[in-house]
């Protein structure tokens, strides 16, 4: 099941939505960084460190999560000297490396730093996150911006780019077509789709950051259209996400257009998810 997605080898096609496993605590309670998986998907990383939101962070929905993380991590510069190493010590597959900003000049910065980075195979511009005030997704609703944006990073690197997208917006497609236009390899259908959960006491927002993302089950459809919209508008190949729990789900996203998948709510209750799903479609291929 060999392919190659945005200039990306992998063994085959499934892989982890950013932010849904940690490979390092992987590594130690199961003596495996990325089970079943191609390759690994960082954690979104920003310039300068991050706390997060406050908590509450995490809500359940009915057929998903809602999540409120609000991009935590410990910025570039200690990323780069010991987080990565250390995944690339440890993982199967190329480390593809999540990147995010609340500017231009934010992703460029990381995006230079990774790209002088060994271990870093390919990059992904975060412009969908919905957990942040500013940047990310203000970024990826607007195809000038995106544009801009992209095309910045792509004179930045000449490491495979990824573009990950987000469903909230007027016209995916659109945003698809900025991205191809200002030099993505590929695009990520899609991140999570925003929602909350209230209080029924207060009236307001259960979650510490306000708003938050939706996904599991719950938004598959929504993927499945994101992916059929940008395959119809675009050439570039496609990570389709969102709901994967099983071969079958994987199945409708790939017949929909995607190259590759990626699973994430569902490594959270089942951290074999991903092996059962490559199995899966082992099977059928």
């Not at 991050?50 to 200690?78: C, E, H, M, V, Y």
């Not at 959960?197 to 929504?222: E, F, H, K, M, Q």
Request: aromatic share 4%.
């Amino acid at each position: 099941m060999s392919l190659v997605v945005g200039r990306l080898e992998l063994a085959h096609p499934v892989l982890n939505a950013s932010g849904t496993w940690d490979a390092v605590h992987a590594q130690r309670l199961f003596g495996e960084a990325n089970p079943g998986l191609a390759g690994f998907v960082t954690k979104t990383v920003t310039p300068q460190p991050r706390p997060g939101n406050p908590a509450p962070r995490i809500a359940p929905a009915l057929g998903g999560l809602i999540n409120s993380i609000g991009l935590p991590g410990p910025g570039i510069d200690a990323f780069c000297a010991t987080l990565l190493p250390e995944l690339a010590g440890i993982v199967e597959g190329p480390v593809v490396c999540s990147v995010g900003g609340f500017s231009v000049a934010d992703y460029v910065a990381s995006v230079e730093r990774l790209d002088a980075h060994p271990a870093c195979a390919a990059l992904e511009l975060n412009v969908s996150c919905p957990n942040v005030e500013s940047g990310c997704a203000s970024i990826g609703a607007d195809a000038t911006e995106t544009e801009a944006l992209v095309r910045a990073a792509r004179a930045a690197t000449t490491k495979p780019l990824w573009v990950k997208l987000s469903a909230s917006v007027s016209d995916i497609a659109e945003i698809a077509r900025a991205a191809e236009t200002g030099g993505a390899d590929a695009l990520v259908c899609i991140n999570t789709v925003k929602g909350t959960a209230v209080d029924r006491r207060t009236g307001r927002s259960w979650l510490g950051g306000g708003g938050g993302g939706l996904s599991g089950p719950a938004i598959r459809p929504v993927a499945l259209h994101a992916v059929l919209a940008c395959r119809e508008a675009t050439d570039l190949d496609i990570v389709g996400l969102g709901g994967v729990a099983t071969a079958d789900d994987a199945r409708d996203l790939l017949a929909a257009g995607a190259q590759a998948v990626a699973i994430g709510t569902m490594l959270f209750a089942d951290p074999s998810a991903a092996r059962r799903v490559r199995d899966g479609l082992a099977q059928a291929a």
